[in-house]
């Protein structure tokens, strides 16, 4: 994992997909980032998680008085977060937002569900690019529900490529989207074939020194490659 940010408060990655943010009660066997930091860096406290298919920005505290600071900033919405999205369909829109109610672990798949009687929860989008059959969309939740991004892009019928609980979980092959596609489908690899999701920043006041704070991760392999093809087309 590439270190994004480090001092005596916090440290910040880029996560990569496959890996828990800390252990998960499902999946016992998963490898988990706070695990293998901890062995270089010493005890940590996540701040907040990512998706297990999701990359990117993840935060730790590294003693209790910053992971309270810091949790009380997650809590009053103080962090901004932007999440980048390949989906699949091409929106009208070019901004827009969600306030579907959310329901975490509401069926048997441990899916978030929408739910009237859920918690509040808001998620803005803009559109960065359309491309082929796809779109590369911005997300900017306001709330921090599980799966919060995955479940209004599905509700608004852009579910994010590749995506297994809220889309049709298919790897996404160039030979798809790219008009005029000339290979071997026989040999053709996936440009991705994981839930197209990559955590791109987080933005807030050091809850220390108060300095605007801004971490960034850039995109890995599979997502940036995904991205360049997509904006040739």
Known sequence: MTVL??????????????????PDRYDVDAKVASRELEMEYGRLWPV????????????????????????????????RRAYHAVVAGRPSWTETTCDFSLTPDGDRMHRTIIDGAGKPSVTDFVVLGCHSKMAIIEARPRTGRAHQVRVHLAALEFPVACDPLYGDGKPLFLSKIKRRWKGDERQERPLIARTALHAFSLEFAHPVTGAATLIEAPYPKDFKALVAQLRKM
């Open 5 to 22: 940010y480090e001092d005596e408060s916090f440290l910040a990655v880029n996560k990569p997909s496959g890996i828990l943010s800390a």
């Open 48 to 79: 907040q998680r990512l998706d297990l298919d999701a990359s990117g920005v993840l935060l730790f505290a590294r003693h209790d008085e910053a992971f309270r600071a810091l949790s009380v900033l997650f809590e009053e919405r103080e962090v």
